[in-house]
């Protein structure tokens, strides 16, 4: 993970992150201050940002907000007040409405951004100063250091390029947190077709089967926010195995980016999970992200040790092969 340190000091009334990459810091340079792929790191997993506007320039401005995973929007806002091309940048960053205006009684920080080259590549640091121990502490109070920390932790896939960072990795299994675990597959395809692959039900039947000798018998969605969906297996003649299935409600549908849904197990009273797909393309291979929240560590760990990951990865094997290919 890049992030080396998270520091807060209520002296000097600063958060100090530091971070470490392979790239050099022109490149660092590159992400930070183009808006799209700002987008791609600038907010946690679950909260993906979008800037509206960004006008890099001294005195210049720029909006964001980022979109949890049942709709809720959090906006930001930077003033742009030093720019030194490519060591770095300062800005006042505040907390924004709708309309990207500055929040009355929400505390305001000036972040200075910093990019140095190191004999492995650069570091980035970027420090926070804050008007008051008490804006600090209310920062802090809202998750800032564990946001900043898993939002920069994602800036390798960006920094890298997608082939780069996870050709021939197969599905990949990251655990966020008790609740949260983020799995990755990159599939050689264009995003529209691995979008229509998630949503199109008689796609879905041709690859979404998990082990050989199952089949889906059931495959209906209602493809709008707020609509259900219920999809179920059955094994074929000479399988062992049940047959099982899931309902949910589609809460997010941002197509064809980012679509997020209630996943329950059909028949019982096992709780649901959030599951959170974000799909990115680059050069014709397609970034699959998909971010599961679960309502605790033994549920998580119960599921997991199901082989669900295993089963992910020959379904979108079969993706490739059938669908994308």
Do not use: C, K
Request: hydrophobic fraction near 40%.
């Amino acid at each position: 993970m890049p992030v080396t340190s998270v520091d807060t000091d209520t002296e000097t009334l600063t958060m100090t992150l530091i971070a470490d990459f392979t790239v050099g810091p022109e490149r660092l340079w590159e992400v930070f201050t183009d808006p799209r792929q700002l987008e791609r790191f600038w907010g946690p997993p679950g909260w993906p940002a979008t800037f509206d506007t960004f006008d890099f320039r001294v005195g210049g401005r720029a909006t964001y907000h980022m979109t949890s995973p049942r709709g809720e929007r959090a906006g930001g806002a930077w003033e742009f007040t030093a720019i030194d091309e490519p060591r770095g940048f300062e800005v006042v960053d505040s907390f924004a409405d709708e309309a990207g205006e500055p929040i009355e009684g929400m505390p305001s920080m000036r972040m200075v951004f910093t990019f140095e080259a190191t004999p492995e590549g650069s570091r980035m640091t970027n420090v926070s100063r804050f008007a008051s121990a008490e804006a600090l502490e209310q920062v802090v109070a809202m998750g800032a250091v564990e946001g900043s920390t898993l939002a920069m932790n994602q800036l390798d896939a960006v920094l890298q390029g997608l082939r780069a960072f996870a050709q021939g990795q197969g599905t990949q299994l990251e655990m966020l947190s008790d609740q949260h675990v983020r799995i990755t597959r990159l599939i050689e395809g264009p995003r529209e077709v691995v979008w229509r692959a998630h949503l199109d039900p008689d796609l879905m039947r041709r690859w979404m089967l998990g082990p050989d000798g199952w089949r889906m018998s059931v495959s209906e969605i209602d493809r709008v926010e707020g609509g259900r969906y219920r999809i179920a297996w059955e094994p074929e003649p000479g399988t062992e195995g049940e047959g099982f299935g899931f309902d949910g409600e589609i809460l997010l549908l941002d197509e064809p980016r980012r679509m997020v849904q209630t996943e329950h197990m059909t028949g019982t009273d096992l709780p649901s999970t959030v599951n959170d797909l974000s799909l990115y393309e680059e050069d014709g291979a397609t970034l699959l992200t998909l971010v599961i929240e679960y309502p605790d560590a033994a549920t998580r760990d119960a599921v997991l040790a199901t082989g669900m990951v295993d089963g992910m990865e020959r379904s979108y094997q079969r993706m490739e092969r059938v669908v994308v290919g």
